[in-house]
């Protein structure tokens, strides 16, 4: 399999460009692999299709102001991309644009009081940068530089200032460490939240460091020559435990899944699992964990459309078209969809 089996017509026109001011609003298209036909609903109908014996576990991740426009000792400008700490907070693995034109050991300054220094090309426009600031020392003045004189990484398929940086933001995010937002969790609020705790669900958390790889394109023509860059993630035992208690774990979004089925994959050693994955969910994988997905809908040839059809099988295409056809809005901040896994017994001719 390659880019084109999992490439489909998205019109601009339902490209969502921006969120809508009721974040339970969205719509949700369900289709649980159940026998019955696919139904059209809203987020805020969730808590109605829960209930005692579910579980949905929530990325909390939050995106880091991680954009910074800086300007070389002779004026130029520079785009610096922070994508992952390789260290402490000072040290970043990150997108320099152009990076071509910055050798190593140059020194970029943001307002008075950061600067980063460009270290070594680690291939595909990456650079290691070290972040120092004069306001504060340490990481903790570095973190705060950064939240300062960043910007919001929005994707490029975004055209519309966000006026409100928290809508590219989950109402559950913790600790600022990404570089894009787990998205589907951008419908959830924390009313729907507390509806599906009332129905009995319960609900955990855990932690998948998003970068910018998890959403690039599948460029190679076998997909078993695409390479995934590794996230950093963790998955207390609590929420191991309650995995494995549940009748049906719910993930919400793509990163969710990875984190739960690389912490099993992994195994336990009874503090819960925490390290890096470069786990690629394609098709042929055994889920292990996972039941139920709330997705967003993907751009044509990504790895994301690569892991849906691993979970539901090649019915995505016909999911993908019903929603286009009903003028579903498509991407970060576009509708989502529930779907159930695709199990053996399910499979049809």
């Known amino acids: 399999m390659g880019p084109d089996d999992f490439a489909y017509d998205l019109p601009d026109d339902q490209i969502a460009q921006m969120p809508l001011d009721d974040r339970s609003s969205a719509r949700l298209l369900v ?45 130029g400008a520079v785009e610096v991309l922070l994508l992952e700490q390789t260290g402490d907070a000072c040290k970043w693995q990150a997108l320099v644009r152009p990076s071509r034109r910055v050798p190593p050991g140059t020194r970029l300054r943001a307002g008075d009081d950061l600067t980063v220094t460009v270290g070594d090309d680690l291939g595909e426009g990456r650079r290691t940068v070290m972040l120092e600031t004069d306001s504060l020392s340490g990481p903790a003045g570095v973190l705060a530089a950064v939240q300062a004189h960043g910007e919001m990484p929005l994707p490029p398929y975004l055209h519309t200032r966000l006026d409100d940086p928290e809508r590219y ?23 729907v939240l507390d509806a599906c705790r009332a129905a009995g669900a319960a609900v955990e958390r855990l932690e998948l460091v998003v970068g910018l790889d998890t959403f690039r394109p599948v460029t190679a023509d076998n997909l078993d020559d695409h390479m995934m860059h590794s ?21 919400v979004g793509t990163t969710t899944v990875r984190a739960l089925e690389s912490a099993n994959l992994a195994g336990s050693g009874g503090a819960g699992t925490s390290g890096r994955t470069d786990l ?7 889920f292990g964990v ?60």
């Not at 690569?306 to 929603?323: K, N, S």
């Open 31 to 75: 289709d649980l692999a159940d026998g019955t036909d696919p139904k059209h609903r809203h987020i805020s109908d969730l808590p109605d299709m829960v209930g005692p014996g579910d579980l949905l576990v929530l990325n909390d991740t939050r995106v880091l102001p991680a954009r910074l426009r800086l300007t070389k000792e002779t004026g």
């Open 231 to 251: 996230e950093s993630y963790t998955v207390a035992e609590s929420t191991l435990d309650a995995c494995r208690a549940a009748d049906r774990v719910i993930a």
């Open 280 to 286: 690629f969910i394609r098709p042929g994988f055994d």
């Open 290 to 349: 996972v039941d139920v997905l709330l997705t967003n809908y993907h751009l044509p040839r990504s790895t994301l459309l690569v892991m849906l059809e691993a979970f539901v099988g090649p019915r995505w295409r016909d999911l993908y078209a019903l929603a286009l056809a009903r003028g579903y809005r498509f991407l970060s901040f576009g509708d989502a969809m529930l779907v159930g896994r695709q199990r053996s017994d399910r499979i049809t001719a």
């Open 169 to 191: 933001q989950t109402v559950y995010s913790h600790r600022p460490a990404s570089a894009a937002a787990p998205t589907a969790g951008l419908h959830l609020t924390g009313e």
